[in-house]
Nanobody
Framework: QVQLVESGGGLVQAGGSLTLSCAAS????????MNWYRQALGKERELVAA????????NYLDSVKGRFTISRDNAKNTLYLQMNSLKPEDTAVYYC????????????WGQGTQVTVSS
């Protein structure tokens, strides 16, 4: 059974930092591209950051470029999102997402972790 379990969310003041983790199990982690999405209250889910299966390429939402860093440790089956200089508009539930690199229709979602940034 595949599980993606996010952790590291919480309440932080504007300008602060948080690091989210997504622990994967039940899949060959190194065969999956990984993404972080977020969904704010009343808004659609949006792609925040993406990383290829090897970690060799990353992409970011324009509004988080220079502040967020996505990374992965394939030996630990874990995905990370380092978030610095947080803003109130970063407040959302953050989800990790895994897509098989050969067959992206095979994909999985985590349950999400709440990030709240106070002004």
């Amino acid at each position: 059974q595949v599980q993606l379990v996010e952790s590291g969310g919480g309440l932080v003041q504007a300008g602060g930092s948080l690091t989210l983790s997504c622990a994967a199990s039940g899949l060959t982690f190194s065969s999956y591209a990984m993404n972080w999405y977020r969904q704010a209250l009343g808004k659609e889910r949006e792609l925040v950051a993406a990383i290829t299966s090897t970690g060799g390429n990353t992409n970011y939402l324009d509004s988080v470029k220079g502040r967020f860093t996505i990374s992965r440790d394939n030996a630990k089956n874990t995905l990370y999102l380092q978030m610095n200089s947080l803003k109130p508009e970063d407040t959302a539930v953050y989800y990790c997402y895994a897509a098989n690199k050969w067959k992206p229709t095979i994909n999985y979602w985590g349950q999400g972790t709440q990030v709240t940034v106070s002004s």
